[in-house]
């Protein structure tokens, strides 16, 4: 318990390695504080966070240390300090969704994925801001402010988990909770430059967590390395009563095989991505330093073709378009002038779209998804492309013009994610590198499904040989 609490800190060690200094001589109600103490401490700028649940995170903590010296058995996250985007739900605690809609709301149950969480022995220590009901690919909130990178005030985080990408990047926990409609783990995972893991279609229970969109929603995690992702993945998988989408059968161990090195039978699809391809010549670059590191740690690359994603992504928009229109129904006619402009402007549109559309959308994945397999990922491990089409915007760049060069600039955001949505593939997001402005960037590799375990093996043995996941901003 006398250990250097300092070097215990998330800027010191990542969640595994926490884990382990907690299991000997960490007190775990000493790393809650000092964690609590640099949220605290970063209120003048944007430490993530749209509320701490202080005393509540300091009496678990206490409990911990307490059944540890009593010898009670502990979980694989006992004492390791996590927050969660503010739309999974606990019972009796705040949970607005960055609205205004549900200002004040307390849920009468609890997700799946906390209760997991909490009976793993992490710390719960807040909430954390996201875009409003979830939707903004860049951070944008009109009620709240917008989310702002650690790495430079005036640029985006990504959305809409951005609260979860500043407080893992500027190292104030261990790891945050996300959601995952369009890209919303893995573009702030890309924009704060950590690590970020988007499972398969209904691997795992959304139980007690908000809808947006029941058909792509996915809950995924912000750490900062792949292990930390296995670790956590693991800690909420497995089948869920309350959750009749959810398909998980089994417990699944997803640390099992990270160590085991990478060879000349892992294939990783690389594309060739044409001129006119929605790329910055820096991003494709590094992209294609991200292929060459991963052939000098064994893997055979493979060159493709371009994936044609943009049809998967409209079909994605289209889904989403109507099943969130449907959810807000009723604040949509009761109090329509509660939302931020954009938010009601994209909900109000999925009012517009023919009930034989949505159908054909939802009909014809299955097949566009066999066929992307087929294509792209026959005998193959991962495919490679980016998260993000440029480097990190500012703020200013994302909300200046009118609103339709607005919503453009979103759409143009997550090209490279909304589609993996549709076809219901697990993406794991790893930083890269940096860009010119100073700011982190990275790519995703999209797997087969219930491919997890693959894609967190590649991301590990890729992060044994780069040191991008070690590189955070100052404090």
């Excluded at 931020?340 to 054909?360: H, N, S």
Aim: some cysteine; charged content about 15%.
């Amino acid at each position: 318990m006398g250990a250097d609490i300092t070097a215990s800190l998330p800027s010191a060690v990542s969640l595994c390695e926490a884990a382990e200094m907690l299991s000997r001589n960490v007190s775990a109600h000493a790393l809650a504080s000092a964690c609590l103490a640099q949220v605290e401490g970063a209120v003048t700028g944007f430490s993530g966070f749209v509320r701490t649940r202080r005393e509540q995170a300091l009496g678990q903590a206490a409990k911990l240390d307490k059944e540890r010296h009593e010898g009670a058995q502990c979980g694989p996250l006992h004492g390791v300090p996590l927050a969660h985007k503010d739309m999974f739900f606990q019972e009796g605690e705040l949970a607005e969704c960055g609205s205004r809609i549900l200002s004040g709301f307390r849920p009468d149950h609890t997700a799946t994925v906390i209760q997991r969480l909490a009976n793993a022995g992490a710390v719960d220590l807040g909430a954390l801001h996201m875009a409003e009901f979830a939707m903004s690919p860049t951070g944008f909130n009109a009620h709240l402010g917008h989310g702002r990178n650690p790495w430079s005030q005036e640029h985006v985080t990504g959305g809409s988990s951005s609260g979860s990408g500043a407080a893992v990047a500027a190292r104030l926990v261990f790891g945050a909770l996300g959601s995952d409609t369009g890209g919303s783990v893995r573009l702030p995972a890309a924009a704060c430059g950590v690590t970020g893991i988007k499972p398969t279609q209904y691997a795992v229970s959304t139980y007690g967590v908000m809808p947006l969109s029941p058909s792509l929603d996915c809950v995924g995690f912000l750490a900062q390395t792949a292990r930390d992702c296995a670790r956590l993945l693991s800690v909420v998988s497995g089948p869920d009563a309350q959750d009749a989408a959810c398909v998980a059968t089994r417990w699944h161990d997803y640390e099992v095989g990270l160590d085991r090195p990478l060879t000349r039978a892992d294939v990783v699809v690389v594309p060739q991505f044409p001129a006119d391809a929605p790329l910055t010549d820096e991003v494709r670059a590094l992209v294609e330093q991200v292929a060459n590191d991963l052939a000098s740690a064994g893997v055979t690359l493979r060159r493709v073709a371009l994936p044609n994603i943009a049809e998967a992504a409209a079909l994605a928009s289209l889904v989403l378009g109507v099943e969130v229109a449907s959810i807000h129904g009723k604040w949509l006619t009761g109090c329509p002038e509660a939302y931020g402009t954009q938010v009601r402007r994209r909900i109000q549109r999925g009012l517009l779209y023919p009930a034989t559309r949505y159908v054909d959308a939802l009909r014809l994945r299955a097949q566009y998804q066999a066929r992307f397999l087929a294509e792209h990922l026959a005998g193959a491990d991962a495919l490679l492309l980016p998260t993000l089409p440029c480097a990190v915007p500012t703020i200013e760049e994302t909300t200046t013009g009118s609103e339709r060069d607005i919503e453009a600039r979103f759409g143009n955001f997550s090209y490279w994610t909304r589609g993996i949505n549709y076809l219901g593939l697990p993406a794991l997001a790893l930083p890269a590198g940096f860009t010119a402005n100073g700011l982190p960037n990275g790519i995703q590799l999209v797997g087969r499904p219930f491919g997890e375990s693959t894609l967190l093996r590649l991301g590990h043995q890729f992060q044994q040989q780069t040191h991008w996941h070690h590189q955070h901003p100052a404090l």
